[in-house]
């Protein structure tokens, strides 16, 4: 009770930051304005609530009924502007704004709105189709349209990307085949060090926070260090809004199946130069049916978040401070059955066997197996106009709290990990000549600390140590842009020093000092150091007829993480016994990738294959075995591990026939571990081969319609069945395929004497046929006990399958966006 009247007090606080400012919009002497009108390139008709936006300021504005845009008080420099609409394909324009203050834009008209998008992941700013490596962005327009429980939702589906799960709450990324400590993600830029090695609770980051995402598909420890050896998923809030402006929305959203309830507000202001945002959301869920079993028990979760920006814009660039508390409570799943294969509690609760009706419909997710997890971030961003260059000096500050909770109240494992992320970057960019460098340092400074034992008769869980991890690295990327060709280059070198504290318990489970008399060694001290050097080398063109090609080589690294070297004990998240090894190497890799696009008025595709190859692969490798009831994980280093694969798309977006959408994407995975026997020649939870096609049929807006921008679609994921498994000791089973059907529509209610829309409204429909499957990388599907005694799952019909149809609802309520 007192996290929670803490965090509503924080809010109440940031609440109160947030609307004492008044807004009065005056010039400050050293900006520039610049101004212009978005055009239907066809008709010369003004394109009414179009956005143009300047990422690397993260500021954007909108058009007025005229089409007409004005963005005011800007440091002088060079910038690349993007222009979008629904509609109509994108727009990017270099702009100086130190000689130009009036850019006007005419837009064609296309469905397809990423044919010339902004992305800002790369370190250098570029637009995707000109990037040398593949890169995904997930517009705006995605996520408000669908429903998600968590911010990976909101990317899982785009080519190449997957997610594992152990329950609605309770997911983690892929990228090409790779996850966990592989995978870099970012929300604004800060680097999310939650317990990015464990799988039994999901990244803490609010999905109604996010805007918009990129995401590097391949190694990307050139940019940003050891833990991108598989890429970077780049979450991004909203652009802040141009100046004497206060813009913002509600949100609510149910869903039928898990009674998920959502509502966020959002609001944002900038009163000259002085920019702000609030966004303060809560949701939650009770456990979720499927077809197989129903209600599935532990399955409830809820949390809660509030992020406040505050920052200013001025001549000499920009300085951002982002504050933001979460708390979520989340039950994970442990497929405790009777005989008979209904679920049953653990230990019987107020003399009750099996969860009741009321049980299974409940928020509440304070069940024995449940987690309590905290996430605390202080984010200072700055930006700094030098010459021709500008200078990014960025600090911040995480806490990430885990509790694992035996009863109620108290924690068997409770891990406290604090992050210093930092990172000084210097970017001298000339759009007009083609040049660009960007050279700095980054890393992080982590130190983590376990908590006390719970009392008796509870049993302490200590999985890791006490230690710290110091990571820095030192990196140069150059780019050279001409008419048709990208070049681009860099280098990095990284270290990272681990130190270890030792850590002995008395039969009671207590930390005592080292040496005492009876007690046991849980830690021994250690104090490892791993070097390496990345780098990337790559190219793009543009052929002639809208065709492109990429080309890029990469050479990736990655420490071990602290899991895989240390761990001895319960993963109770994930019902599994894992011991580290002090002796792992570092990974090094190589990889290629090759990608083909064509980016026409009514056809846009892109196909993108890899070959990564990595040396010194680390993976959890089950023995035989058992301790506590529990199978014993060891991790291990292979010498290679090979993953291979296409991905891509193939979108029909007919110009003479706006009304019509068609959406593909495709994901291929091989892995490969040579050298090894038939049972462990496959990466662990490779993911299954699948295809999401989507038809979306529009409405034609009226004149003076009340209804606008209506849409009506169609889609249907289908993933194939992935017998290529790590078999032995069942630490996978071969997964089934299955093919789900979804449906969706939405609209905005729009006043139409002003053109201003009242709100919008998004319906849809997941699981349409009630199909009951259990996804290859669920991992839930292997928990299964039977009268509280762990069992081995030998076939995909035994576990916990995902989540059955689900309707779900959601309202938009905007507000302001005028002077």
Not at 118 to 127: D, E, F, H, P, S
Not at 520 to 526: G, L, N, R, S, W
Request: glycine share 10%; net charge negative; with cysteine.
């Amino acid at each position: 009770m007192g996290i929670q009247l803490r965090f509503i007090a924080l809010i109440y606080i940031l609440m109160c930051l947030s609307v004492c400012s008044p807004v009065t919009g005056k010039a400050i002497p050293g900006f520039n304005d610049i101004t212009g009108k978005i055009t239907d390139k066809a008709t010369g008709a003004p394109i009414a609530g179009a956005t143009v936006a300047v990422p690397d300021l993260k500021i954007a504005t909108s058009t007025d009924a005229s089409g007409v845009y004005r963005l005011k008080q800007l440091p002088t420099g060079e910038y690349l502007m993007q222009v979008t609409a629904i509609g109509y394909a994108s727009v990017t324009k270099i702009i100086d704004l130190g000689d130009t203050y009036s850019v006007d834009v005419k837009l064609s008209a296309s469905n397809y709105e990423l044919a010339d998008v902004i992305v800002t992941a790369l370190g250098n700013t570029t637009t995707r189709q000109r990037a040398t490596t593949p890169i995904t962005v997930v517009p705006h327009n995605t996520i408000l349209q669908g429903a998600w429980n968590t911010a990976v939702d909101e990317i899982a589906s785009q080519p190449g990307v997957n997610e594992t799960t152990e329950g609605a709450g309770t997911t983690k990324p892929q990228i090409n085949g790779l996850g966990f400590d592989r995978v870099l993600t970012l929300m604004d830029g800060l680097p999310q060090e939650d317990f990015q090695w464990g799988d039994d609770h999901g990244l803490l980051i609010d999905p109604y926070a996010v805007y918009d995402a990129e995401i590097i598909r391949g190694p990307a420890s050139l940019q940003y260090g050891a833990s991108a050896e598989a890429g970077v998923i780049s979450f991004k809030s909203e652009s802040l809004p141009e100046n004497g402006i206060v813009v913002g929305s509600v949100l609510t959203e149910y869903h039928t199946n898990n009674g998920y309830l959502g509502t966020s507000l959002n609001i944002a202001g900038n009163d000259s130069g002085f920019v702000w945002r609030l966004i303060a959301s809560g949701e939650e869920a009770h456990s979720y049916r499927d077809p197989k079993d129903g209600y599935v028990w532990g399955t409830a979760w809820n949390q809660v978040n509030a992020r406040l920006t505050l920052g200013l814009n001025r001549a000499w660039g920009y300085s951002r401070l982002t504050l933001s508390a979460l708390h979520r409570r989340i039950e994970v799943p442990d497929g405790n059955r009777d005989s008979t294969g209904r679920f049953e509690f653990d230990t019987p609760q107020n003399g009750q066997v099996y969860p009741s009706h009321t049980d299974f419909l409940s928020y509440s997710a304070n069940i024995a197996g449940d987690k309590i997890l905290d996430e605390y971030q202080a984010w200072w961003q700055n930006s700094l106009n030098l010459g021709k260059g500008r200078l990014g000096l960025d600090v911040g500050f995480t806490q990430s709290v885990h509790h694992d909770i035996d009863s109620g109240t108290v924690g068997s494992g409770n891990l406290l990990v604090n992050d210093i992320p930092y990172s000084l970057k210097y970017q001298l960019t000339g759009e007009k000549s083609g040049w660009k460098l960007t050279t700095g340092i980054n890393g992080i400074y982590e130190f983590q600390h376990n908590g006390a034992a719970p009392p008796a008769p509870y049993i302490a869980d200590y999985e890791i140590p006490n230690y710290t991890n110091f990571e820095i690295g030192g990196y140069v990327i150059v780019e050279k842009t001409w008419k048709d060709l990208t070049l681009s280059g860099g280098l990095r070198f990284d270290r990272t020093d681990f130190v270890g504290d030792p850590m002995s318990l008395n039969d009671s489970g207590n930390i005592v000092p080292t040496g005492t008399p009876g007690s046991a060694v849980q830690f021994t001290a250690f104090n490892n150091i791993y070097t390496g050097p990345s780098g990337s080398v790559g190219a793009s063109y543009q052929l002639p007829d809208d065709n492109y090609v990429k080309l890029n080589f990469s050479r990736s690294y990655r420490a071990p993480a602290i899991n895989e070297l240390t761990s001895n004990g319960l993963n109770i998240g994930s019902n599994a016994i894992q011991l580290g090894n002090i002796n792992l190497k570092a990974e090094q890799g190589y990889q290629v990738d090759f990608a083909y696009g064509y980016n026409g008025s009514d056809v846009s595709l892109e196909a993108d294959g890899f070959y990564n190859h990595i040396s010194n692969f680390i993976f959890a490798d089950r023995t035989d075995s058992v301790s506590q009831g529990y199978p014993v994980y060891q991790f291990v280093s292979s010498n290679t591990a090979i993953l291979t694969g296409v991905s891509g798309f193939l979108n029909f977006h007919p110009s003479s026939a706006r009304w019509l959408e068609i959406d593909n994407g495709f994901t291929y995975i091989y892995s490969y571990l040579p050298n090894s026997s038939d049972s462990t020649n496959h990466i662990p939870w490779t993911p299954a081969p699948h295809l999401n096609s989507e038809v979306t049929f529009r409405l034609s807006d009226g004149h003076n319609s009340v209804l606008k921008g209506t849409y009506f679609k169609f889609g249907l994921q289908h993933d194939w069945a992935q017998n290529n498994i790590y078999s032995a000791v069942y630490t996978e089973v071969p997964s089934a395929a299955y093919t789900l059907f979804n449906a969706g529509a939405g609209t905005n209610f729009v006043n139409p004497k002003t053109g201003r829309v009242i709100c919008s409204l998004y319906v849809n429909c997941a699981n349409l046929t009630n199909v009951a499957y259990a996804d290859h990388l669920n991992l839930a599907q292997y928990f299964l006990a039977y009268n509280g005694q762990s069992v081995t799952v030998t076939r995909q019909s035994q576990g916990v399958y995902n989540i059955g149809r689900n309707i779900s609802f959601k309202l938009v309520v905007p507000f302001g966006g005028v002077k």
